[in-house]
């Protein structure tokens, strides 16, 4: 039974409350959809950063995570071994495309480069991709307050979409990033916490629970097998993960929109470096905890879950202190209410900006859009909360998140490489390369068995492949038409582009100027990082 006190419900209604109207204020000043998506392009870098890190640590995270550890030890981490690798790719490919292109959505720059049927698809895939994810991080702190209370899930579905939504409808992406950085530090401290606890209640302290994982297998992590079957294996998550996540991170509205709201390019480069180095410790973190309550409930008893999603809030109520376990708690919800409003706020961008604005009402007034745009999250909450309802069935909730978009990320990510990396490339190409990486990861799902990581992989090599065979039957795009859109002119003119970011914030120095270009060397430095990364997790093995 749930030890969940009256204190912890106090702290956990204050908390929400508190969280709420903190994010409620940035609303105040918003008077345009720049401040509404892209918070006037003024969030600094580190701020950016740790708001990525506390999506990535979010509600699916905190409770998908230990589940996933107590399950099967390390093996997950190679899911994420790849993101260093993947932000290195989008520093020195695709985010300084999107400064010099000035858009709101990732997808505008494919109009610009391929045509509105390009921006038009990739736009709907995202609607449908991250609508449909959106149900599941709305589900994953549903399913928390529903073990805390005992309530039925969907009451506390349709509560929690209440919440999010009325406070989605109000921040704006500002409140989205600031208060990430308050429930980021609150996740980690209820993960130390958690950590403290387990190890002076298990008789031995670490060297007895790391015997027992090392016994267990749990800290191998690194499997070198070449076959494809093998879910976790090192080369499904270097290869399929990269496609992973330098598709979610670059191509994926949810995620670019807070890279757009830093104030140069280099700050939104910092802010990928951050969410580089720091997303696979907290990786390792929360599937530590998992291991730590396979040696915990392997000394006190079977917890009794039917569902791994629940293990680690049953035990954050049923063994941390009155009061701790109400903060820890209502970290998740402030988790959760952060995902949700990150993801409806970039649906309502994509919504607005790439269909309502171009198909429904042009040239209307800002403030027009600003409300469009406030009723376009209220439909989003709406949407999401429906799929809630059938996220149950889907397993482990953060698996559940990346396996939805693995049937679109690579596909959209291959449209990308194709606009950036190719000149010959036309809309006509582009459009069918989508359908064909679409089909072919529908393809590999249903008549081979591999690891669903490589999805991502397949998707984006049949998409290139395909779109720019496809591209030679039409006619070559003109010259004039490419200029300042692909790899080939990134840097006839950093400076004036540069100087004319400058203008939405301070000043640039030609000392920063030169800073901008000292860049070049962070992708170098993030691949050392991940070779640091692959001897550490081998020496563990060890153990």
Request: aromatic share 14%.
């Amino acid at each position: 039974m749930s030890q969940f006190t009256m204190l912890d419900y106090v702290v956990l209604v204050v908390y929400i409350l508190g969280i709420a109207w903190f994010g409620a204020r940035f609303g105040k000043n918003q008077n345009t959809t720049k401040d509404y998506f892209l918070g006037g392009r003024s969030i600094p870098w580190w701020a950016i950063g740790l708001s990525v890190m506390a999506t990535q640590a979010s509600a699916i995270t905190f409770i998908g995570a230990p589940g996933w550890g107590y399950e099967g030890g390390l093996e997950r981490i190679n899911t994420f071994i790849n993101v260093p690798l993947a932000m290195a790719f989008l520093i020195a490919t695709i985010v300084p495309f999107f400064y010099r292109a000035e858009v709101y959505t990732a997808y505008e720059y494919l109009e610009r480069r391929f045509g509105a049927g390009t921006r038009t698809l990739s736009a709907a895939l995202f609607l449908v991709a991250r609508g449909l994810a959106t149900g599941v991080v709305l589900y994953a702190p549903a399913l928390v307050l529903s073990v805390v209370t005992g309530w039925d899930i969907k009451i506390t579905i349709i509560l929690m979409a209440v919440i999010a939504v009325s406070y989605t409808v109000l921040g704006g992406i500002s409140a989205v990033i600031w208060t990430d950085v308050i429930q980021m530090f609150v996740l980690w401290l209820g993960a130390a916490i958690s950590i403290v606890v387990i190890l002076v209640k298990v008789p031995g302290g670490m060297s007895s629970i790391l015997a027992s994982a090392s016994d267990a297998g749990m800290l191998q992590s690194l499997n070198f097998s070449f076959d494809l079957s093998i879910e976790y294996s090192v080369w499904a998550g270097v290869i399929g993960g990269f496609f992973l996540h330098a598709a979610y991170f670059g191509t994926d509205q949810s995620q670019i929109q807070r890279v757009l709201t830093s104030k140069s390019i280099r700050e939104s480069k910092l802010s990928l470096v951050l969410s580089g180095v720091l997303l696979i410790p907290q990786m390792l973190l929360f599937l530590f905890i998992g291991i730590l309550l396979f040696a915990f409930y392997r000394t006190f008893g079977d917890p009794n879950v039917d569902n791994l999603n629940e293990l680690f809030p049953l035990f954050v109520v049923n063994q941390l202190p009155a009061g701790i376990s109400g903060l820890i708690i209502a970290g998740v919800f402030a988790a959760a209410m952060s995902s949700l409003d990150s993801a409806l706020n970039s649906l309502s961008a994509v919504s607005i900006r790439d269909f309502y604005g171009q198909f429904v009402k042009k040239n209307a007034t800002d403030q027009h859009y600003l409300k469009a745009s406030r009723w376009a999250t209220i439909f989003w909450g709406i949407y999401a909360t429906i799929f809630a309802f059938f996220a149950a069935n889907l397993g482990p909730v953060i698996e559940a998140v990346n396996k939805i978009g693995s049937y679109f990320y690579g596909a959209l990510l291959g449209v990308f490489i194709l606009a950036i990396f190719t000149k010959r490339t036309n809309g006509v190409g582009a459009v069918t390369g989508i359908i064909a990486g679409m089909l072919s990861v529908w393809g590999v799902t249903q008549f081979a068995e591999v690891s669903w990581l490589y999805n991502n992989f397949v998707g984006a090599i049949v998409s290139v492949g395909v779109g720019y065979v496809v591209s030679f039957i039409g006619a070559k795009p003109k010259a004039e038409k490419l200029a300042g859109l692909t790899l080939f002119d990134l840097d006839d003119d950093i400076q004036e582009v540069l100087k004319a970011r400058s203008e939405a914030a301070s000043s640039l120095s030609d000392e920063e100027i030169e800073e901008e270009r000292r860049t070049s060397k962070w992708p170098i430095y993030l691949v050392g990082y991940f070779v640091v990364v692959m001897i550490v997790l081998y020496l563990i093995g060890l153990i």
